[in-house]
């Protein structure tokens, strides 16, 4: 059975502090991804990362940074978390097939974090 | 830029067919997809369609896909209250990533 799964259900953190939110899966995927979800905006992609040490940016990346050194694990980081940064946060694995061809996304239960 | 559009709320009753409606941009989509989103769950794929492909359907579930208007939808037969979720239709753009629509949330009145 495959599994996405990620490091917390619910954080709570307070403005400034630096947060790392940790995500693993266990399908052997070349390609993972944080998105964030709000309310009437749906999912925005955040980070993604093709192969183990590559990182492109999404369509919000300011404020965030990822890690990836291991093929199994992607880190999203808030260097200093602000307030807007309250958000339900998907990770999600593909594998690496060519880029047009069916490439279903597997997501983990995802993080509601919020700032105070 | 690419851009999917969906309606953000819609309510049936038990028994009743439900039909979600999505609008994309990128002609050039290779597969669309529908997920569903459960309660404090992350999403799970429902069900995909080629590009190539006016209609599939998977038990309840009928996807059609008019790509003249850039429109697909989703049925499901028989909606059941365990069908209220919230509702994502994706396109799987020539960068290999998806865009998501900004969810329909589906529910089922007993």
């Known amino acids: 059975d495959v599994k996405v799964t990620q490091s917390s259900r619910y954080l709570v953190k307070r403005t400034g502090e630096k947060v790392f939110l940790e995500c693993v899966q266990d399908?052997?995927?070349?390609?993972m991804f944080w998105y964030r979800q709000d309310p009437g905006l749906g999912l925005r992609l955040i980070y993604f990362?093709?192969?183990?040490?590559?990182?492109e940016k999404g369509d919000i990346p300011e404020g965030y940074s990822v890690s990836r050194e291991k093929k199994e694990r992607f880190s999203l980081i808030l260097e200093s978390a602000s307030t807007n940064q309250t958000s339900m946060y998907l990770c999600?694995?593909?594998?690496?097939?060519?880029?047009?061809?069916?490439?279903?996304?597997?997501f983990g239960p995802g993080t509601r974090l919020t700032v105070l | 830029g690419e851009d999917v559009e969906q309606s953000l709320f819609l309510s049936v009753r038990e028994g009743d067919s439900s039909v979600i409606n999505c609008t994309y941009t990128?002609?050039?989509?290779?597969?669309l997809y529908w997920y569903k989103q459960e309660p404090g769950a992350g999403l799970q794929l429902l069900t995909y369609?080629?590009?190539?492909?006016d209609m599939k359907q998977d038990q309840r579930l009928t996807v059609l896909l008019n790509k003249k208007d850039k429109h697909l939808s989703l049925r499901i037969a028989d909606t059941q209250t365990g069908d209220s979720a919230i509702y994502f239709c994706?396109?799987?753009?020539?960068?290999?990533?998806?865009?998501f629509g900004q969810g329909t949330e589906l529910s089922v009145k007993p």
């Open positions: 999600a694995s593909s594998l690496g097939a060519a880029k047009s061809s069916y490439n279903e996304q597997f």
């Open positions: 399908m052997d995927h070349e390609n």
């Open positions: 990362s093709y192969d183990v040490k590559m990182k």
């Open positions: 990128d002609s050039s989509s290779t597969y």
């Open positions: 369609i080629f590009s190539n492909m």
């Open positions: 994706a396109e799987h753009n020539q960068g290999g990533k998806l865009i």
